[in-house]
């Protein structure tokens, strides 16, 4: 009798084993499955991570390229107008130099050139991060015919200073201060460029005051701690029209990001 009970559970067991075997090779190849499909997953992320950093760094290598372009404008603007306008400045006695400096070529000291350059570089470069911060994208006369009107009203407002005779530098002071907020409203309009065009007049200023006190140069008719009452005006006008420079070579920046 046990012999028979034993022999009727031989099936079972073996179907139990098969069971057992088939079930085991279904997991196994269930584990392995999940395996290929987590290394493919694990693979895959690895390409987008690098395609999106290879992307991300070429974009940052534009973005920096681009930076230093319009530095290098900008600079050479600078450089370029500091030349002329202190050239009429010295020429109409208004700012004097020692005799060694009268002597160069374009008589003026060697510092003025790169220290308005980089000015107007910093000037140029801050108003559209000034802009991006804000929100506020500047898109009031975005063209270069404007910007070019801009730096004519401005050398225009330069040469005023230095040509036009009035009774007291009060009514000359006076009538840039117009001529300059003219400017502003002409070509920027925007509170930022205000702020900025103020920010820049006066720590233009206070240095130029005391480049002045410590007597490496002075200018003739001194009516405002060492300097001429007007001077701000000019500071805040230069300030402006770095600005609407800087603003549309960012603007040109970017339209060549998007197309490339």
């Known amino acids: 009798m046990g012999y028979k009970a034993l022999k009727c ?5 073996e179907e139990h084993c ?27 992320m690895s390409i987008i991570t690098s395609v999106l950093s290879n992307v991300y760094g070429s974009l940052h290598s534009v973005q920096t390229a ?7 404008v ?25 005799e060694e400096v009268m002597a160069t070529l374009f008589s003026s000291a060697w510092w ?14 801050l108003y559209p991060c000034i802009d991006s911060h804000l929100g506020e994208p500047h898109k009031f006369k975005r063209e270069w015919a404007s910007v070019m009107r801009c730096i004519a009203v401005f050398v225009g407002i330069n040469h005023a200073s230095a040509k036009l005779d009035f009774a007291n530098n009060v009514q000359l ?29 006066f720590l233009a200023t206070v240095i130029t005051q005391l480049l002045v006190y410590n007597g490496v140069y002075q200018y003739t ?5 060492y300097v001429r009452s007007w001077l701000p005006c000019i500071f805040f006008s230069g300030g402006v029209t770095a600005g609407n420079i800087g603003r549309q070579l960012a603007m040109g920046g970017v339209e060549k990001l998007h197309n490339d």
Request: proline content about 4%.
């Open 74 to 98: 900008l600079f050479t603007v600078g450089v370029f107008l500091a030349l002329v306008l202190n050239l009429l400045q010295v020429q109409r006695n208004v700012t004097l130099f020692p």
């Open 173 to 201: 002071s006076l009538t840039l201060a117009a001529l300059s907020l003219g400017l502003w409203w002409t070509f920027d309009r925007s509170r930022s460029g205000f702020g900025l065009g103020i920010g820049t007049a």
């Open 18 to 44: 098969w069971r057992r075997s088939c079930t085991s090779r279904v997991e196994s190849k269930n584990y392995y499955r999940e395996n290929w499909v987590a290394s493919k997953a694990e693979e895959m």
């Open 221 to 225: 008719y001194p009516d405002f701690l």
């Open 112 to 125: 003025i050139p790169p220290c308005c350059g980089t000015a107007a570089a910093v000037v140029g470069l």
């Open 9 to 13: 559970q031989m099936p079972r067991l």
């Open 66 to 72: 681009n930076l230093i372009r319009r530095g290098l």
